[in-house]
């Protein structure tokens, strides 16, 4: 057979269910490609991974057609023979990390966030060696590692792994204890990413910024903190939460909910070109801030 692949978001990160997709076809002995529209399949697979992104509207050359991705619909997931694959690597040649999910879930239930709705709680769904093949970097994918009742087992082997580890999504701040952090004093990681969602957990998440701070002595250079605006926070509230950030000398990072519905001139794209900026933000204050 011959397969096709289209991955809507873009190739600016890899598609990890396009990737084990390939990987289970070319097991099977298929052709596996990203689509051309001058050729013809006998199955597409269409993927996208944010509802956000524009659909394709082109021609599919293939008579069967399948969507997937929370882009599409939240509810339908890979079989477990293809989720079970070891990712096909060679479908994006210009990255040479491993990426992938050692849990998936989060029983946070942030309205924000579909993790909770189409994950339940955060449980183990791999072990390292099920998505990594040397490389000297992983991505990790997980929504909350640090709830999964195996998250110590799962950092030991990130640690041993000697690679360099990237949460992509962060670490949950209020999950911190002296058991997890030994571990992950000793993973080699560029920067850590926290996160101060939501106003009404500022008591916890500051304390625990805190304690992290005051127990490994870290800074801006290597911690960041996601802030989230536009959601249920006034702008008031905002700064308070960037300020608490910088007062402590971590890196805030505004994230903005919806910010494809925004109209151009919005006060939170000012607020993130300054906030995203170390050089401008900790030398400014948002007040005097002109860009």
């Not at 052709?31 to 021609?59: A, G, L, M, R, W």
């Not at 008579?63 to 882009?71: L, M, N, P, S």
């Not at 239930?109 to 093949?133: P, R």
């Not at 000398?249 to 910010?259: A, E, G, L």
């Amino acid at each position: 057979m011959k397969i096709g692949l289209i991955d809507v978001d873009s190739h600016n990160f890899p598609n990890l269910a396009l990737m084990k997709i390939s990987a289970y076809h070319k097991q099977l002995g298929d052709d596996v490609e990203f689509v051309s529209y001058y050729s013809n399949y006998d199955c597409v697979y269409i993927s996208k991974v944010f509802t956000f992104t524009p659909d394709i509207y082109e021609y599919i050359p293939s008579d069967k057609v399948i969507y997937g991705g929370t882009g599409y619909n939240t509810n339908v997931n890979l079989a477990n023979e293809i989720e079970n694959m070891t990712p096909d690597y060679s479908l994006y040649t210009k990255y040479n990390y491993a990426v992938g999910f050692l849990s998936r879930g989060c029983s946070r239930g942030c309205e924000f966030c579909i993790v909770n709705h189409k994950e339940g709680s955060s449980h183990k769904v791999a072990n390292l060696k099920d998505f990594w093949i040397g490389q000297k970097e992983i991505k990790l994918l997980d929504p909350n590692l640090l709830e999964c009742y195996e998250h110590l087992e799962l950092l030991t082997e990130l640690r041993d792994s000697k690679a360099y580890i990237d949460f992509t999504q962060g670490i949950d701040i209020r999950l911190i204890n002296n058991d997890n952090l030994n571990i992950l004093r000793d993973i080699k990681i560029k920067r850590v990413h926290f996160a101060y969602d939501q106003i009404k957990d500022k008591h916890i998440v500051e304390k625990s910024l805190i304690d992290y701070k005051n127990k490994t002595g870290a800074n801006r250079n290597t911690v960041t903190v996601y802030i989230l605006v536009n959601f249920n926070t006034t702008v008031k509230q905002d700064i308070e939460r960037i300020n608490f950030v910088r007062s402590i000398n971590f890196s805030p990072y505004v994230m903005i909910y919806n910010k494809h519905l925004l109209q151009q001139g919005s006060i939170y794209f000012k607020m993130q070109r300054w906030a995203n900026s170390p050089q401008i933000c900790f030398t400014t204050e948002f007040s005097n801030y002109r860009g």
